[in-house]
């Protein structure tokens, strides 16, 4: 029986007409809304390839059902680059070669910016490699993962800085 | 296809232009914006999704299956079985040279292994074939599965590898062990692994009559053309496969496997594009894996360590019904100076899929058998494992007495020993203890991989406006082809790698040859820089021939191509840039091309390989048995290095694929079954961000004049072999334990205090 939920994606408003309770929100966004950039490496939770952000949670897309997620808000790898300008996250992974083949690499990204937005990692390699770890590479490209995700945290946390300076500033 | 990008790229880190300097990787923007399109991201109009039903037997034959059930399923279309398949023009029972190996394609109702295709259910939604093939229901007449050593089928092969040569004597090995004061014999296991590249094989097929073009991952574009073309019956260039990306291959994407042939062969029968992208299961069985093997090495030494006899032999595991073993005892042939050397490879058949090339076939499974052995030698000697493995040193390839093309080993000992510390490393075992109270030991091996050169094709064209276009087929699977390759196009060229437009990744374009044997940077480079050579002559040509041109009558001295002009060679203030020339001729453009090769002379008269050594430290709890590797440094020489950046991370990756193969990978098999019980993500382990230590990886300078044109070695394999035995002499170093069966597990070493 059809039905429609309204989900918001990369700030789009959509109204989603669904003829299939058996949609995971990985297919959803892949064969559907054609948004490939989140990728299907395992369908069962294992590798992080389809990590996004729901509803400023970091989730594996393949695990949830599309129909459950009336109401909510989707934030993919296509919905990262603000205009031409991109994440810190994504730019890290580029100067410190953190991805291979790349077919990882947009779950790593949604990984890292999840945890860096909820303030995990701190400056420690060792908490940002334990908290990485939902993520396989099967390339290896591990070490240039965790300097990114450093790099990446350091420029995040100075424009936080600098913002909330900027707030202080103009409350003055 | 080119990189079409329409995000400026971001601000990186530049350090010249040309080959050598460390680049960041040109497909890098579309791959951190989620841009990059792999086979499963294409939807071509009016597409179907195909989903595989696989046999959950392991020998035997499928006896019935509910077709009916699955075609009533709302939004199913078809379901392909041996009952309804359409012809093939090739018999999947027979190979198709050189790489081709027999495929299941619902040929029959028999079942060889389990995962094994025996039905294709083709839908309207990828839900409805899932469901389809779920309510197949298959039942079978099951035949005891021979899936271990007691049970299989044992032979004499008749090669190994691909075209590789199972047995090489080189001296009476049997008269060295006998007269040997000290000797070893040592038995190594090493298990079946599987790729598991994290991009699932997969496909998307469109026909438009008798030609089709296909979305998929490919190492072998232009190999794979002719094959696909011979199972279908259509000429070869009917055929075009787009391969921008691939989601890792690892050796596994190859060669052609019987899944993809079915969705192609489905898509004919409906008329209708199709997809199939394999679930992670299936990919434990008709795409490949690294087979099982036994491994039995005598070694016999003088008192100062010497070795006088070495003998490697390989119980190597194979299908059925095809042979493709992997050939483990050759990793002993290059390494280490001996009197008498035996390789020699025996084969064992059972019920699983076809094993094939994965990253360093043999060479990592034969290397961490050696290496194993080599420290236990060192050992039975008295002797300091770097110290021994310098003692039998070779200065020429052991077997042949061939020259080495260049060979700094001695080099990527000294340096790598330095930075780890080696020196500092007590002889005997259960020696160390950190402040936590952690057993730690160290180890080392020795790593090594040959220089393996493809036939390739490249067309570099010149244009008006003084850029260029160049155009090659070369798979970038993560090893940077898309950078590397066009660095070496540009510095042929005489340009900066931004004014080279680089199509790759495509059948249409010039064959460049495969994306394995770590040779297709040299290989594809080659052709890339013969071509850039052809152009520039043909300009040149066009310069000195021209009295208008500063460079008239400069034929004879020659020019030199730099920065987007001619120099003069004699007379630097002479030049002129590609555009004038060009302009002035009236062209359009000047159009290079290269068939390249490599010269037979130079393989017969020598040894071309890649070097490097391996130090690990791991650290255990004795009381838990649980086992790190906390250091891992890695020093390699492989000629010159094109993009250290890019070289550095295929040394990390495969020196992380050794840390696996030595303490994480293992497909478990049940033998009353034959199934695996771990063909998953979670429960087939591989190395997770934090079972990697911080690495290191030194590149040893290595000038190669000899192995090809541009001195370029391979980098994507060699990091695999001496890590694993750096890792497992470590394990002794720290227990006193001699693991001999890998991985290496916590069971093995429990009860080390």
């Known amino acids: 029986m059809p039905f429609s939920i309204s989900l918001t994606v990369n700030g789009q408003p959509n109204s989603i007409a669904l003829d299939d309770p058996r949609v995971t929100l990985l297919d959803l966004l892949r064969e559907r809304l054609h948004l490939t950039g989140t990728k299907k490496g395992c369908d069962r939770g294992q590798c992080g390839a389809c990590t996004v952000i729901l509803d400023g949670r970091r989730i594996n897309a393949c695990l949830t059902l599309a129909a459950t997620l009336d109401g909510s808000t989707v934030t993919t790898i296509e919905g990262l680059a603000e205009g031409t300008e991109l994440h810190p996250v994504q730019a890290a992974f580029i100067a410190c070669d953190g991805l291979q083949c790349g077919y990882c690499t947009p779950g790593q990204i949604m990984s890292a910016v999840g945890l860096l937005s909820e303030g995990h990692a701190g400056n420690d390699p060792e908490r940002v490699r334990e908290l990485m770890s939902g993520n396989i590479c099967r390339c290896g490209a591990y070490q240039g993962i965790t300097q990114a995700v450093l790099e990446a945290g350091q420029i995040l946390s100075q424009n936080n800085t600098a913002q909330s300076r900027e707030n202080g500033r103009n409350a003055a | ?753």
């Open chain 2, 1 to 753: 296809m080119s990189l079409e990008t329409h995000i400026a790229p971001v601000a990186t880190s530049r350090y010249g232009s040309n080959a050598g300097q460390p680049l960041t990787r040109r497909d890098g923007l579309l791959k951190v914006t989620g841009r990059a399109t792999y086979a499963a991201d294409n939807h071509p109009e009016g597409m179907l999704f195909a989903v595989m039903a696989v046999s959950r037997i392991a020998r035997g034959r499928v006896r019935s299956m509910n077709i009916e059930a699955a075609r009533a399923h709302p939004g199913v279309v078809e379901v392909l079985t041996p009952a309804n398949r359409p012809p093939l023009f090739h018999d999947p029972n027979e190979r198709i040279p050189p790489f081709g190996f027999r495929v299941e394609v619902l040929q029959d109702d028999s079942v060889r292994y389990v995962n094994q295709p025996i039905a294709l259910v083709i839908a309207e939604t990828l839900e409805a074939a899932t469901e389809g093939a779920a309510l197949l229901d298959p039942q079978y007449d099951t035949e005891p599965a021979r899936v271990g050593l007691e049970t299989g089928v044992r032979f004499d092969p008749s090669g190994v590898g691909i075209g590789g040569t199972p047995k090489t004597a080189h001296g009476d090995v049997e008269a060295g062990l006998s007269k040997a004061p000290i000797a070893i014999d040592v038995e190594v296991e090493t298990p079946p692994q599987y790729h598991n590249a994290m991009e699932p094989h997969a496909v998307v097929a469109e026909w438009d009559g008798d030609r089709v073009v296909l979305d998929m991952p490919n190492q072998a574009l232009a190999i794979s053309c002719a094959s696909y073309a011979a199972f279908f019956g259509i000429p070869v260039e009917n055929v075009t496969i787009r391969s921008p990306f691939l989601g890792g291959g690892f050796g596994s994407k190859a060669i052609l496997n019987g899944p993809q042939i079915l969705a192609i062969l489905a898509a004919r029968m409906l008329n209708r594009p199709v997809k199939l992208a394999l679930t992670r299961a299936q990919m434990y069985g008709p795409v490949s894996h690294r087979g099982q093997t036994w491994q039995k090495l005598r070694m016999g030494m003088e008192r100062d360590g010497a070795l006088i006899a070495l003998h490697h032999h390989s119980l190597s595991a194979t299908s059925a019904f095809e042979d493709f073993l992997e050939p483990a005892a050759n990793a002993s042939l290059p390494l280490y100076a001996s009197p008498a050397i035996l390789v020699e490879h025996e084969g064992i058949r059972l019920d699983t899929g076809t094993p094939g090339p994965m990253r360093a076939p043999g060479e990592a499974s034969g290397s961490a058998a050696l290496e194993v052995a080599i420290d236990e030698a060192a050992e039975a000697c008295g002797m300091d494992p770097l110290a021994f493995r310098l003692k039998n040193y070779a200065e020429t390839e052991p077997a042949t007495g061939k020259p080495f093309s260049s060979k700094a080993l001695r080099t990527c000992y000294e340096e790598g020993a330095a930075r780890f510390g080696w020196s500092r490393r007590p002889r005997s075992a259960g020696q160390m203890r950190d402040e936590n109270g952690l057993l730690v030991g160290w180890g080392m091996g020795t790593a090594v991989f040959g220089c393996p050169h493809f036939p390739a094709e490249a067309r570099a064209t010149l244009r008006a406006d003084g850029t260029a276009l160049v155009e090659t087929g070369a798979a970038d699977m993560g090893q940077g082809a898309w950078t590397a390759l066009a660095q070496i196009a540009a510095e042929a060229l005489g340009l900066e790698p931004d004014q080279v437009e680089f199509h790759s990744g495509l059948s249409t374009l010039p064959d460049a040859g495969v994306a394995g044997g770590s040779g297709h940077t040299a290989s594809a480079g080659l052709a890339l820089n013969q071509a850039g050579g052809d152009a520039i002559a043909q300009l040149s040509d066009l310069a000195v021939n021209d009295p208008q041109s500063p460079l008239f009558g400069a034929g004879n001295i020659g020019v030199t191509a730099r920065g987007g002009r001619l120099y003069r060679r004699d007379d630097e203030s002479r030049s002129e840039s590609y555009a004038q020339i060009l302009a002035r001729a009236g062209r359009s453009h000047v159009a290079g091309t290269a068939k390249s090769n490599r010269d037979p002379a130079i393989a017969s008269g020598h040894a071309l390989y890649s070097h490097g050594a391996v130090f690990a430290e791991v650290k255990i709890d004795p009381d838990l048995g649980q086992i790190r590797t906390t250091r891992l440094i890695g020093a390699f020489a492989a000629g010159r290095i094109i993009n250290p950046r890019l070289v550095q991370s295929q040394y990390f990756g495969g020196m992380i694929w050794g840390i696996s193969f030595a303490l994480h990978e293992e497909a478990v098999t049940d033998k009353r079954t034959g199934r695996i019980m771990n063909a998953d993500l979670a429960e087939y382990h591989v190395p997770v961000n934090a079972d990697v230590p911080p690495l290191e990886a030194i590149l040893v300078p290595e000038d190669d004049a000899i192995v090809n044109p541009i001195g370029v070695k391979g980098v994507g394999e060699i990091g695999i072999t001496g890590t694993v035995g750096a890792i497992a002499n470590a394990v002794w170093h720290a227990t006193g334990k001699r693991v001999r069966k890998f991985p290496i597990r916590i069971e093995d070493v429990m009860s080390s205090r």
